[in-house]
């Protein structure tokens, strides 16, 4: 009897655990899509809800799982009853700035060279790290998807780095023509103490641009500014050099005679002994022609 009663009191308490087990559940079959109704609301998450890959009940906001991707979705969601937020880590880092690099000397660009561009991105875990480059004006310079460069002519021209989400930079320089030859073309005439003159150069080819620097081999005969004027100082010579920005040189040089008025002034003492010796001559004629006009008397 007491057995009897003692198994009684087992299912008794079997069944207690079931139905209030029964009480914190929820009704419905989970379907095909993993979810199943709840009509009386006992998740606190609305009507209907999943069970995904064995995970507690969850929504699916927009359709997306919340564990379909736990460690890079969020989304936050409000129901009638709850509210429920879940942090999303966004796996697309995009661009928030791109610099561009100088590698080269930018101020020396000659129709010709040929270089590459390198630009960083920032952050440097940006997802996406294609850089998009532009020429304003490819008859100028052109520059390809990698950053090769080729100048083709001379002018000014800007160069832009874009990432995907449009940052950019920017960069501006000229396209120079440098000569392949420079020559200073010859004097006309000597050049005596005290002259001042100047040098004139031609350049090959003619549309050419550089700027010049001057220099002379001895300052106290000749003396040469910026401009390639000279300054003939004392008799000698001295050799003038000019250079171009690409180093192409010329020289000439200059002989300094003594000074014209130094000349001039020879001339006249000259013309004056001559007139001296004229006028002495003339005077002895007339001398010898008073004497034999007496002696004839």
């Given at each position: ?68 991707n736990s460690s890079n979705t ?29 590698t080269f000397d930018i101020e ?190």
């Open positions: 009897m007491k057995n009897k009663f003692k198994y009684i009191f087992i299912i008794f308490f079997v069944l207690m655990i079931f139905f209030t087990a029964g009480a914190f559940a929820h009704s419905g079959r989970t379907d095909s899509n993993g979810g199943h109704k709840d009509n009386k609301n006992v998740s606190g998450l609305g009507p209907y809800h999943y069970h995904c890959g064995g995970h507690e009940a969850h929504l699916h906001p927009n359709g997306v799982c919340l564990y379909s969020s989304n936050t969601y409000n129901n009638s009853s709850s509210t429920s937020t879940n942090v999303v880590k966004n796996s697309n880092i995009e661009a928030e700035s791109i610099s561009i690099t100088d020396d660009v000659e129709v010709g060279d040929k270089f590459k561009l390198q630009a960083s991105i920032s952050p440097y875990n940006t997802t996406d790290k294609t850089i998009y480059w532009e020429s304003s004006n490819n008859d100028i310079l052109t520059i390809d998807s990698d950053g090769n460069v080729n100048a083709i002519s001379k002018g000014p021209v800007t160069i832009t780095a874009k990432t995907v989400n449009g940052k950019q930079d920017s960069l501006t320089l000229n396209v120079n023509v440098y000569p392949e030859e420079i020559k200073i073309e010859e004097l006309d005439g000597e050049v005596f103490v005290g002259d001042k003159l100047q040098l004139k150069v031609d350049l090959v080819p003619g549309n050419s641009e550089t700027t010049l620097k001057w220099s002379s081999s001895d300052e106290s005969i000749v003396e040469v500014d910026e401009n390639g004027n000279i300054n003939a100082l004392k008799y000698g010579h001295a050799t003038i050099t000019v250079t171009t920005d690409n180093m192409k040189t010329d020289s000439i040089v200059i002989d300094v005679n003594s000074s014209n008025d130094s000349f001039i002034g020879g001339m006249i003492i000259i013309f004056i002994i001559a007139l001296v010796v004229i006028v002495i001559k003339y005077r002895k004629n007339i001398f010898k022609k008073s004497n034999v006009t007496e002696v004839d008397k």
